[in-house]
């Protein structure tokens, strides 16, 4: 997926060179964009000059450089906690900003993202890549086409071995802890196709220094969902660094049911991986894809202004809201409503 021969190139910067950059550059290139420019903590580093050099970036600089260069569009991937600040001064200094999930740290956060990006006229799009895969669209399709009947049931899991006790994801003042890290990934697929739930119940077990100072190691949670006599959908969603599971996406209606392995895969084209879906005990399969290129192609075009945003800052808000409700809930031990 590539923009046409006529389209003008964004010139890009990248805020830090972390290692889901190295799926962002490509995709860049392949949508019509260049790097332009690479913001770094040091960057006088080693690390700094061979990421340039690998990717053939003709400049490093710092954050606020990245702020001030001539582009057109910033990709922030930096820890939790720097997407805001970082994002909200590239987006006041005229540039577009694609911001790796979670957007924010919380609903107020993301609420000043969207601020932002209506005073500055800009395009402001938190990264979650695979919602630009076309197995994401089928999913849709079905459940939104009524294939299954009316959802009963949604479970939605996805964990992992987190061996690295050095990495930010273990520290709650940067925004770590499972559920931001990949629990958000059900959770913003259970909306994609069901919608906001009402309620939320969930329990966490916590690294040291518990709800207070640690981080969510494994979280679970039920969300509930309105209908007619307590007829609505029950959703649950489940997520963990200290286990090791494929991650997977089961939903029940009165009239069917499907299952899906590897949902939130977003560069299957990267593993040639073919993706398969069970309907009904139908499979479908889907080739490999590289949702990163679909979802840069997509925010360029937006950016351009030739086609409208498929998510815009208040889907973002949404997300947040659902989060900031688990979190709640899991430190409370009660139901929240929403």
């Known amino acids: 997926m590539t923009d046409s021969a006529s389209a003008p190139s964004l010139r890009w910067g990248l805020f830090g060179a972390a290692r889901i950059a190295r799926a962002l550059i490509p995709a860049i290139r392949e949508s019509g964009g260049t790097v332009a420019i690479v913001g ?20 490093v600089g710092r954050y606020q450089d990245v702020v001030d260069a001539d582009i057109d569009a910033v990709y922030n991937p930096l820890p939790n906690h720097l997407h805001l600040p970082w994002s909200a001064a590239a987006m006041r200094a005229g540039k577009h900003v694609l911001t790796e999930k979670p957007l924010s740290l919380d609903a107020r956060e993301a609420q000043q993202f969207a601020d932002v990006a209506a005073e500055t006229g800009r395009v402001s799009l938190e990264a979650f890549a695979y919602r630009f895969q076309p197995h994401v669209e089928r999913l849709r399709q079905i459940v939104q086409g009524g294939e299954l009947g009316t959802i009963r049931s949604y479970q939605g899991s996805y964990g992992f071995a987190l061996s690295n006790p050095d990495d930010f994801r273990w520290l709650p003042e940067m925004g770590g802890g499972a559920l931001f890290d990949v629990g958000c990934y059900p959770i913003n697929l259970m909306r994609l196709l069901l919608g906001e739930p009402q309620g939320v119940q969930a329990q966490a077990r916590w ?106 800052p208040g889907d973002a808000v949404k997300q947040a809201r659902v989060l900031d409700a688990l979190f709640a809930s899991a430190r409370e031990g009660k139901r929240v409503a929403l």
Request: charged share 20%.
């Open 207 to 312: 690294s040291a220094g518990g709800p207070e100072r640690g981080v969510d190691v494994g979280f679970s949670a039920a969300l509930d969902y309105p209908g007619p006599n307590d007829s609505g959908a029950l959703a649950s969603v489940n997520c963990a660094f200290d286990w090791v599971g494929t991650p997977r996406v089961v939903l029940h209606g009165t009239a069917g049911s499907l299952e899906m392995e590897q949902p939130f895969e977003s560069n299957s084209a990267f593993r040639q991986l073919t993706l398969t879906l069970r309907l009904n005990g139908q499979e479908e399969q889907f080739a490999p894809s590289n949702g990163y290129a679909r979802m840069v192609t997509h925010f360029q075009r937006a950016a351009r202004g030739e086609e409208a945003l498929r998510y815009p």
């Open 40 to 59: 770094v903590r040091d960057p006088a580093s080693e690390h700094a000059r061979r990421f340039a050099e690998e990717w053939q970036i003709p400049e």
